[in-house]
């Protein structure tokens, strides 16, 4: 079983990069060792290891490429262990990775995942976005999970964002914490995830199911959080729906969009202008493009911004008032993603759609893009992969071990 995310990788000239991580437990002892000089707690960039694939693939068309479709001839894998800590990173050929039947992740779905992008800018330099922001959420799942610790900033410096989870050695009846775990990254190009633009999408809003409680573990980078999720997309797809809108409490408060954060813009009940989005109390996952737009929004200054608690009630009020201006979601894969239709207590609520150039999401999409494209010069959000890895302390330059 796989955990996708969006990770970035330096290999030729990279566009948008799909990553994905999972366990093994076979394979940790096929293609992983322990080797001296390595500190334990940590894997270092200066010990990656390089084995190069003897076959590469046929490059895809970049002008036909579909989200989520394609993969790079390499991948990335690094393996810890209770007894010797992180073992040697290494980046060889992409292969499949052989599972124990009693590994944990099967069983107790013990792993994690992340998601980010680099993208390939105008200037022909490879730009990861807020690659620390996802290192630092990634860190948070892992303690959720009971999975080993990492030092974010070498995991930078080997070109992407890491992930890991841990399989189980033991019978799978035992249910303690994982002692073995395969870090690993995956990458290749992805096409936009609107080919002809942004495309408003309808909403099944039902309170019957619900994504997440408090106490949970809602706002981490977890596969547990998704698997159940997928029947209700296909419930919400029978009734002409292409996204869930989750709900939660008896009063219907507005989470997430798919696996997308939710934002609204409104005229609030003062008369103010008002970007509005659900809190990070537990519920939801706190979304680096989420945490973008807000970061934005409060540098622009032109209106109030909220993170508080909003209930469809509130959705239903403003649309009678004409006071909703637009809804949309908001994440990685697609950064926004304007909603046209709620269909909520077996009604239709129209959302009204602004023009893309008029709307505020349209703003969002367009200042994101200049910034990961390297359209704003210097931009702290827009991390150039040859700088990151000059950041790197000379004694532990990659002295790449090829073979």
């Given at each position: 079983?796989?955990?996708?995310?969006?990770?970035?990788?330096?290999?030729?000239?990279?566009?948008?990069?799909?990553?994905?991580?999972?366990?093994?437990?076979?394979?940790?002892?096929?293609?992983?060792?322990?080797?001296?000089?390595?500190?334990?707690?940590?894997?270092?960039?200066?010990?990656?290891?390089?084995?190069?694939?003897?076959?590469?693939?046929?490059?895809?068309?970049?002008?036909?490429?579909?989200?989520?479709?394609?993969?790079?001839?390499?991948?990335?894998?690094?393996?810890?262990?209770e007894s010797h800590g992180w073992g040697v990173p290494r980046i060889g050929p992409i292969r499949n990775i052989e599972?124990?039947?009693?590994?944990?992740?099967?069983?107790?779905?013990?792993?994690?995942?992340?998601?980010?992008?680099?993208?390939?800018?105008?200037?022909?330099?490879?730009?990861?976005?807020?690659?620390?922001?996802?290192?630092?959420?990634?860190?948070?799942?892992?303690?959720?999970?009971?999975?080993?610790?990492?030092?974010?900033?070498?995991a930078h410096a080997l070109h992407r964002s890491a992930h890991r989870r841990g399989p189980q050695l033991g019978p799978?009846?035992?249910?303690?914490?994982?002692?073995?775990?395969?870090?690993?990254?995956?990458?290749?190009?992805?096409?936009?995830?609107?080919?002809?633009?942004?495309?408003?999408?309808?909403?099944?809003?039902?309170?019957?199911?619900?994504?997440?409680?408090?106490?949970?573990?809602?706002?981490?980078?977890?596969?547990?959080?998704?698997?159940?999720?997928?029947?209700?997309?296909?419930?919400?797809?029978?009734?002409?729906?292409?996204?869930?809108?989750?709900?939660?409490?008896?009063?219907?408060?507005?989470?997430?969009?798919?696996?997308?954060?939710?934002?609204?813009?409104?005229?609030?009940?003062?008369?103010?202008?008002?970007?509005?989005?659900?809190?990070?109390?537990?519920?939801?996952?706190?979304?680096?493009?989420?945490?973008?737009?807000?970061?934005?929004?409060?540098?622009?200054?032109?209106?109030?911004?909220?993170?508080?608690?909003?209930?469809?009630?509130?959705?239903?009020?403003?649309?009678?008032?004409?006071?909703?201006?637009?809804?949309?979601?908001?994440?990685?894969?697609?950064?926004?993603?304007?909603?046209?239709?709620?269909?909520?207590?077996?009604?239709?609520?129209?959302?009204?759609?602004?023009?893309?150039?008029?709307?505020?999401?349209?703003?969002?999409?367009?200042?994101?893009?200049?910034?990961?494209?390297?359209?704003?010069?210097?931009?702290?959000?827009?991390?150039?992969?040859?700088e990151l890895i000059a950041t790197v302390p000379v004694s532990e330059r990659i002295a790449v071990k090829s073979r």
């Amino acid at each position: 079983m796989q955990a996708l995310r969006k990770a970035s990788f330096r290999s030729d000239k990279l566009q948008p990069v799909l990553v994905q991580l999972t366990d093994g437990r076979s394979y940790a002892s096929a293609a992983t060792h322990f080797s001296g000089g390595s500190d334990p707690r940590h894997f270092k960039h200066q010990d990656l290891e390089l084995h190069s694939s003897k076959k590469l693939q046929k490059k895809p068309d970049f002008g036909k490429l579909i989200f989520g479709r394609h993969f790079s001839d390499h991948m990335l894998d690094v393996a810890w262990s209770e007894s010797h800590g992180w073992g040697v990173p290494r980046i060889g050929p992409i292969r499949n990775i052989e599972l124990h039947p009693a590994a944990k992740v099967l069983h107790y779905a013990l792993e994690l995942f992340e998601g980010m992008k680099a993208y390939y800018g105008d200037d022909g330099k490879v730009r990861l976005f807020r690659p620390d922001q996802n290192m630092e959420r990634m860190q948070t799942s892992a303690k959720r999970t009971s999975l080993p610790d990492f030092d974010g900033k070498r995991a930078h410096a080997l070109h992407r964002s890491a992930h890991r989870r841990g399989p189980q050695l033991g019978p799978a009846e035992s249910r303690q914490q994982p002692y073995e775990a395969l870090l690993y990254v995956i990458t290749g190009p992805v096409g936009p995830y609107f080919p002809t633009g942004l495309k408003p999408v309808s909403l099944l809003a039902d309170p019957q199911h619900v994504r997440s409680w408090p106490g949970g573990a809602g706002a981490y980078k977890m596969g547990s959080n998704y698997a159940p999720t997928i029947h209700v997309q296909k419930e919400a797809e029978k009734q002409g729906c292409q996204q869930v809108l989750w709900l939660h409490g008896d009063d219907h408060q507005v989470t997430e969009v798919g696996t997308m954060n939710v934002m609204v813009f409104w005229i609030n009940e003062n008369g103010e202008k008002e970007l509005v989005t659900a809190p990070l109390d537990g519920l939801i996952l706190p979304g680096v493009t989420r945490n973008s737009l807000l970061a934005l929004s409060r540098e622009w200054g032109e209106f109030k911004v909220s993170e508080r608690n909003f209930t469809m009630g509130d959705i239903e009020k403003a649309v009678e008032q004409k006071r909703l201006i637009e809804f949309f979601g908001c994440g990685t894969a697609c950064v926004v993603c304007p909603v046209h239709n709620i269909l909520y207590a077996g009604r239709n609520i129209k959302i009204p759609v602004p023009n893309e150039k008029a709307s505020l999401s349209g703003r969002f999409l367009r200042t994101l893009n200049d910034i990961t494209y390297g359209r704003v010069r210097g931009h702290p959000w827009a991390v150039d992969i040859d700088e990151l890895i000059a950041t790197v302390p000379v004694s532990e330059r990659i002295a790449v071990k090829s073979r």
